[in-house]
């Protein structure tokens, strides 16, 4: 219960500065119950005074007027409630939300490699509108519950005691029953949330692949695996509404029964003379405002549960350690020279199996490294330390002659242009694309500067809209050369220090593939430039190459001195050259037959 009280005390302090507006809703709510009561007080000085004792015409029309009066103040009263709440709610909604997008935004690389994307997009949108039904709905009406008894109770009691005793014995059974309900509730729908985060997660994964589910016909597969998924979360929905089918027909039957007897023995004290009708009309009713919303406790607890449960989700995303982005020695006014130096670097992915092991090599500003290795080498994770997405666990690296711990991430990232191995694109324009790398307003002419350097100008003014072309989720609409190559441009936009080719030309033809290196030898010039690739041709553009093998470096040295000795690097030559050989062949073959 501590832990309710916990959660439930953090709710609270997300109203902040709009506490007295929440206040003035709730104490609107106290308004609007005290007005509903004291019109049931007038029906009973109507039926009483005016109707049974026959007072006049004149008294019937004052105490009607009278009543629409408290009817139109419990509308004031009403609205006044719903205006607030509302208010506060959104608002407590909205700083939520920015508050958790912002938080993914700067949790660590390491974060987002172990995190469901789809399970994070439930937790920013069901989770947090549970939360806003938390002030919208709940707690006004457990405001509201409250209220109900007690002021209807305290009129009973001046209204007729005996009876008004009897009409609450039922009240501390329907406590008891719904404090246990919660805490089997809670349970409940905390495996159920969880549980339907990993539904979310698995459609969300399935429709971003839905391309490939179709183009290797697998969706039967696919489908199967969702419907066991499908099946554990109705499980899961089963047990969450055996629940609530245990305890609504229970409380039912207890607030029935005990609405039952307060009217059976307040007609017999009217048959007995000793209470007039129109007490006992005002008492029916008030004895319904009073037990009746002791049931909506069961709905009112079900849908607390939810929003505890959600929040408790919520907070275990917020509660996680943020990257440090800005804390660096290095000021931001430094301007990176690319010198590098790397001593005996070791890394492994969560301190188990080591990726990098021994890493040892330098390199002057304006130099050219090469990275080749089987996959799974280490080569993008080698280069992914730089800008420091990752931390290694031994060695240093040293930029400038300063650790690299030195400079903040932010300034590093800032600094260090990457061009991914997998391109990604936001729903947006080819313009507003290749600038999303500057936080800066940038002109029409350096997009279009930086496109012509990636050989993907003419592309794109190839398009109905030009620059102002729309591409679709992650770029669908385009090619992947036409993709990778707006990624390029977007990079070289940055104008980076150290440049980060990650096989970036994997996915264009050798045409474009060599406008693409004829553009950036250029722009490679007084930057230093690591470019991870497979095809030899690539390679030769640089100074030193580096052949990594289960993370160690098992080859260095130039294009030239690698093919002159046995090793990884000869047979990755000798086998393409071979390839490109038959595939010159073949072609000649078929001109001459043409």
């Excluded at 607030?84 to 939300?97: L, N, P, Q, W, Y």
């Excluded at 519950?145 to 009691?157: A, D, E, Y």
């Excluded at 007995?272 to 002791?294: D, E, K, R």
């Excluded at 940055?494 to 264009?508: C, F, H």
Aim: with cysteine; hydrophobic share 45%; glycine share 6%.
């Amino acid at each position: 219960m501590n832990n309710y009280k916990e959660k439930l005390q953090q709710l609270i302090q997300l109203i902040g500065k709009s506490k007295w507006i929440y206040l003035g809703a709730l104490a609107a709510i106290a308004g609007e119950v005290a007005a509903e009561a004291t019109g049931n007080l007038v029906i009973r000085h109507i039926i009483d005074k005016i109707i049974i004792e026959k007072r006049g015409m004149a008294m019937i029309i004052m105490g009607s007027l009278l009543f629409i009066g408290i009817s139109l103040f419990r509308g004031l009263f009403s609205f006044l409630e719903g205006r607030g709440k509302a208010k506060v709610s959104e608002s407590v909604t909205r700083d939520i939300r920015n508050n958790i997008f912002d938080h993914i935004q700067n949790l660590s690389f390491k974060y987002h490699d172990n995190a469901q994307t789809g399970e994070l997009v439930q937790r920013a949108t069901s989770d947090v509108d549970a939360v806003r039904r938390f002030f919208a709905e709940q707690i006004p009406m457990f405001t509201k519950i409250i209220l109900l008894f007690l002021i209807n109770f305290v009129i009973l009691l001046f209204l007729d005691y005996r009876l008004a005793l009897i009409s609450i014995i039922a009240v501390p059974l329907i406590a008891f029953l719904s404090t246990i309900f919660f805490k089997l509730i809670f349970k409940a729908y905390d495996d159920f949330q969880d549980h339907q985060g990993k539904m979310t997660a698995a459609i969300q994964e399935n429709l971003s692949g839905i391309r490939v589910v179709r183009s290797f016909a697998r969706q039967d597969w696919e489908k199967e695996r969702f419907e066991k998924i499908n099946s554990r979360q109705r499980k899961k929905g089963f047990v969450l509404l055996m629940r609530h089918s245990l305890y609504w027909p229970l409380a039912h039957s207890i607030c029935g029964l005990q609405f039952v007897t307060t009217l059976l023995v307040g007609a017999v004290m009217v048959l007995n003379g000793t209470m007039t009708p129109g007490t006992f009309i005002a008492f029916s009713s008030m004895v319904n405002a009073l037990i009746w919303p002791l049931q909506e406790l069961g709905r009112m607890i079900t849908e607390l549960s939810k929003s505890f449960v959600s929040f408790n989700r919520i907070v275990e995303v917020l509660e996680t350690e943020k990257e440090d982005l800005h804390s660096g020695k290095v000021p931001d006014s430094h301007r990176i020279q690319g010198q590098l130096e790397i001593n005996n670097l070791n890394f492994a992915y969560d301190n188990e199996v080591p990726v990098l092991n021994g890493i040892n090599f330098s390199c002057k500003p304006g130099a050219k490294i090469a990275l080749v290795g089987a996959t799974g080498s280490g080569k993008s994770t080698l280069v992914n330390l730089l800008p420091r997405n990752y931390e290694f666990q031994e060695g240093e690296i040293l930029l400038d002659n300063r650790p690299i711990d030195h400079y903040s991430r932010h300034y590093l990232r800032r600094n260090i242009g990457i061009v991914e191995q997998e391109p990604f694109l936001f729903s947006t324009t080819i313009r507003e694309n290749i600038g999303y790398g500057l936080d800066r307003k940038i002109t029409l002419d350096e997009i279009k500067t930086a496109a012509k350097a990636a050989a993907i100008h003419d592309s794109i003014m190839s398009l109905p809209d030009g620059y102002e072309t729309m591409v679709g989720e992650k770029g669908v609409s385009l090619s992947g050369g036409q993709k990778q190559r707006i990624t390029i441009a977007r990079t070289i936009l940055k104008d980076p220090a150290i440049l980060i080719l990650d096989d970036s030309t994997s996915a264009v033809d050798a045409a474009t593939e060599e406008k693409i290196k004829q553009a950036l030898a250029e722009l490679m010039k007084g930057r230093t430039n690591f470019i991870i690739a497979h095809r030899i041709q690539t390679l030769k553009m640089a100074d030193r190459i580096l052949v990594l093998k289960e993370g160690s470096i098992v080859q260095e040295g130039t294009h030239e001195e690698l093919t002159a000795v046995e090793g990884f690097y000869r047979k990755v030559f000798t086998l393409q050259t071979e390839i490109e050989a038959e595939l010159q062949k073949e072609l000649s073959e078929a001109e001459i037959k043409a």
